[in-house]
């Protein structure tokens, strides 16, 4: 079956640096973000020229803080996809802060159908300390709002901040799922260059111990298993039909577009990065220009990419496809691998998946396959 197409857009502005954060975002005034969507819509345009057309349905706003383009300008990139892209839009997402202030019925008359809020944590000691910007209360007030225009709602939850624990995880697990049909739990990684690390490394905060970030992962499922979600991604959990269709392309290895500036993508069997600088963006380095860098997949790589890739899903490997892809014998050519993985992955008819209790153990099993 013919898959189909996603567009991921990276939006590279936000009001500050949280600490733990080292995407790439920077803060912007009305110019840029003027000069840097007008660049975008280039992108776009030129993307769809440079390769062949394909069904596209969902468009992912990411960043950075998205929900900084006005809905006039989300609009407006929006209709630019339309008019270059054979775009039938099932699933166009916006990530925001959980700010009240933020204009929802603006963006669902832009398109907009769902919106994933960057919330972390419901307690205002651990949002301190993480460096966010906004209070629970305030979270919760923009989840009320956005409630009564989105039926599509999405909250990232944070593990393993400072001052976190397992009871008060799963106490901002319960305030999510009271507000949203969708949840993506994280993990913190402690990246070297943010401000939380060397925060940590001079002694000033202490992070939870790997044990007590697990207990809240394990607090937090609970929770929601007993409200209707279920996890269907290590990481992500929802009520039946609202898992994420854009987030699905990447474990499947559909194709993708990156739009933007330190966007990456996946097209014709090739791996595409925009360069992380804003200037050298602005200045035509991307996608549609042909002149960002390309990575090739080989066979055997997009082999090992799809198994790993699986791992990380509830439903795991369809063994079938993966054999007409890759024209092999799966159980074969991964028998050594398989035996190794037995205590942590099975087959189960024509998937190969982590045991249900076992998925937080994927990447393991992953390095098997390298
Ligand atoms: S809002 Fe998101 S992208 Fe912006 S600094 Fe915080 S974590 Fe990073």
Redesign the pocket.
């Known amino acids: 079956m013919k898959k189909t197409r996603g567009i991921y857009l990276h939006i590279p502005f936000?009001t500050?640096?949280?600490f733990?954060?080292d995407?790439f975002?920077v803060s912007g005034n009305p110019n840029d973000i003027f000069s840097y969507t007008a660049a975008l819509k280039r992108e776009i345009a030129a993307a769809a020229c440079f390769t062949e057309k394909a069904t596209t349905d969902t468009l992912y706003f990411g960043?950075?803080?998205p929900s900084l383009l006005s809905p006039v300008e989300i609009a407006d990139i929006i209709e630019t996809v339309r008019k270059h892209h054979d775009f039938s839009a099932a699933e166009i997402t916006v990530e925001a802060?959980p700010e009240p202030q933020l204009d929802f019925k603006g963006l669902k008359a832009a398109g907009v159908n769902r919106i994933s809020f960057?919330v972390q944590s419901f307690s205002d000691e651990v949002l301190k300390t993480a460096?966010?910007r906004h209070t629970a209360h305030e979270a919760e007030i923009a989840l009320e709002k956005a409630a009564k225009v989105f039926d599509n709602i999405s909250v990232d939850i944070m593990l393993g901040l400072p001052g976190d624990a397992p009871e008060a995880a799963a106490a901002s697990a319960v305030r999510a799922a009271g507000f949203s049909k969708h949840i993506s739990m994280y993990m913190l990684k402690l990246e070297p260059g943010t401000a939380m690390y060397e925060r940590v490394k001079t002694g000033k905060i202490n992070l939870p111990d790997e044990d007590a970030a697990v207990d809240s992962y394990d607090a937090c499922m609970e929770e929601l298993l007993k409200r209707g979600f279920h996890r269907y991604e290590i990481s992500n959990f929802s009520l039946p039909g609202f898992e994420s269709r854009h987030n699905q392309k990447y474990w499947d290895r559909s194709e993708y577009f990156g739009f933007g500036a330190a966007a990456h993508g996946f097209i014709a069997g090739k791996r595409y990065f925009n360069p992380s600088s804003i200037a050298r963006y602005l200045a035509g380095e991307n996608y549609g220009a042909g002149r960002a860098e390309e990575e090739v997949i080989s066979s055997e790589e997009a082999a090992k990419e799809a198994i790993i890739l699986a791992l990380r899903t509830e439903k795991g490997l369809y063994i079938p496809e993966f054999e007409e892809e890759f024209d092999c014998n799966f159980r074969l050519r991964y028998a050594e691998e398989l035996k190794s993985a037995a205590s942590f992955a099975e087959q189960d008819g024509d998937y190969f998946r982590m045991k249900h209790d076992k998925l937080l153990f994927e990447s393991a099993v992953a390095r098997l396959f390298i």
């Open positions: 936000c500050g640096k949280c733990y954060c995407f975002s960043g950075g803080t802060n960057g460096g966010r």
